[in-house]
């Protein structure tokens, strides 16, 4: 089971996101776990969780650079989530710009 973690200043906009997320690779019965939490909470669920992808929204997309820093060398994807699909909350594409990330860094 992959897992794809998202988060944001305070976990709950990307939790509908998240949940579309989940739904679309649900419904194409793909291994993957998609949550939501916020940014405070990141080292402790990476520690804890060990996440494949870290997914960044827009309120937090400043972090991007630090937290490629701290964990781009886990071999984690890490990308910030389009704004466009965020604002829409557009979960297939997001999951789908998100498995291609994965792929490209060698995930299977």
């Not at 989940?22 to 080292?43: G, H, R, T, Y």
């Not at 937290?67 to 999951?95: A, H, S, W």
Request: glycine fraction near 8%.
């Amino acid at each position: 089971m992959k897992k794809f973690y998202l988060f944001c200043s305070a976990g709950m906009s990307t939790s509908l996101l998240a949940s579309r997320m989940q739904k679309v690779a649900d419904q194409n019965n793909l291994p993957i776990e998609v949550k939501a939490f916020p940014d405070s909470e990141m080292d402790t669920i990476i520690k804890s969780e060990n996440p494949d992808a870290i997914l960044l929204g827009p309120q937090v997309r400043h972090i991007y650079e630090k937290t490629k820093e701290k964990y781009g060398n886990l071999g984690k994807v890490i990308m910030p989530i389009n704004p466009d699909d965020y604002g829409t909350m557009n979960g297939e594409r997001v999951l789908k710009a998100t498995i291609l990330e994965y792929k490209k860094n060698g995930g299977k």
